[in-house]
C-alpha cells in the first residue's frame, strides 16, 4: 500500500509543518529562480521491510502506511532515528510524535484571537457559461491546481446510472485532491482513464461541462487570497440549458460547434 491522502493530510496538519524533534519548519520558502523545497520526511515508525528499522512482522500490511505508523521529521532526524533505531524505538518514536502534537495543540491555543476564516464569493467571478469537456486532458487542466470543486449533475433515474455517474464525480474529485503527487506518467495514464470515462457517460446520454470560479478566502492571520473552485456538471444530453455557440459560423469553417451549458 501507499500513504493515503488522508494519511498525509493528517500528519502533516496535526504535526503543524514542522520536525517532531527540532521543530524544524519542513517547507522552505521559494526563491527568485526556484520553487518551494519540501525538507520535510513521512518516516515510518515501523518498517513493513524486513531487517528495516524497527521492523516487526507482527505489522499488518495495511497498518504500514497508516497515519498511527507515521511521524513526521526533517531528513536530518529521519536518518537519525532510522541509524540509531535501539535508541529511537517504537516507544521513543511514539512519545516523541505524541508530545509534538500536545505542543501543537498547545501552542495553537496560546495564541492570541485568529479572526474567523470566509470565503467571498463575486458573481463576476463565476463563468458565465461551463463548457463541454470531451477529453481526460481537459478535465485534468480543470481539476489539477483548484483548491476546492462544485459537483453536481441531473436526475438520476436508475441504479446504474447513480453508479456511473457517480463513480465519475468521485474519481475526478480524488484525482483533483491528489494534485502534484500525481508524476507525469501517472497524468497520462489518468489522462486516458477519464477520457474512456467522459465517452461512457456520453454512450449513455449524458455530457460533461466544467468552468472555474475564483472566489476570495478572507480571516485568519494571512490576508485575502485567490480560492479557485473546478465546477463540474452532468447533464443529460436534452437538458434545456445547453446551448450551441457560433453553430453556424463553426461549421461553415469545418469546424465542430462548441456547446455550452448556463453556469
Known amino acids: 500500500m501507499a500513504i493515503t491522502q488522508r494519511a498525509r493530510k493528517l500528519l502533516w496538519g496535526r504535526a503543524a509543518n ?38 516487526n512482522p507482527s505489522l499488518a500490511p495495511s497498518d504500514a502506511d497508516s497515519y498511527q505508523n507515521l511521524i513526521l521529521l526533517c531528513r536530518v532526524h529521519h536518518r537519525m532515528v532510522d541509524e540509531q533505531s535501539e535508541t529511537y524505538n517504537t516507544d521513543a518514536l511514539r512519545g516523541i510524535k505524541a508530545a509534538h502534537e500536545h505542543w501543537v495543540s498547545e501552542s495553537l491555543q496560546s495564541v492570541a484571537h485568529i479572526g474567523q476564516t470566509k470565503l467571498r464569493w463575486h458573481r463576476r467571478s463565476s463563468p458565465e457559461y461551463l463548457v463541454r469537456l470531451t477529453t481526460g486532458r481537459e478535465l485534468l487542466n480543470l481539476i489539477l491546481g483548484s483548491h476546492g470543486s462544485s459537483l453536481d449533475h441531473d436526475e438520476l433515474r436508475t441504479e446504474q446510472e447513480v453508479e456511473l455517474v457517480g463513480d465519475f464525480l468521485q474519481v475526478a474529485r480524488d484525482y483533483g485532491e491528489a494534485g502534484e503527487d500525481l508524476e507525469p506518467y501517472q497524468l497520462v495514464r489518468i489522462s486516458v482513464e477519464l477520457t474512456h470515462a467522459i465517452q461512457e457517460l456520453e454512450e449513455a446520454g449524458f455530457f460533461v461541462f466544467g468552468g472555474r470560479e475564483v472566489r476570495v478566502l478572507e480571516g485568519g492571520i494571512a490576508g485575502p487570497a485567490d480560492f479557485v473552485v473546478s465546477i463540474l456538471r452532468v447533464l443529460r444530453q436534452t437538458n434545456d440549458v445547453i446551448i450551441k455557440v457560433d453553430f453556424c459560423d463553426k461549421v461553415q469553417d469545418g469546424e465542430k460547434p462548441e456547446e455550452h451549458s448556463e453556469g
Open 18 to 55: 514542522r520536525c517532531a524533534i527540532c521543530k524544524r519548519e519542513l517547507v522552505v520558502d521559494a526563491t527568485p529562480v526556484d520553487q518551494e523545497a519540501l525538507v520535510g520526511e513521512e518516516c515510518h515508525i515501523i518498517s513493513a521491510r524486513p531487517g528495516g528499522p524497527r521492523h
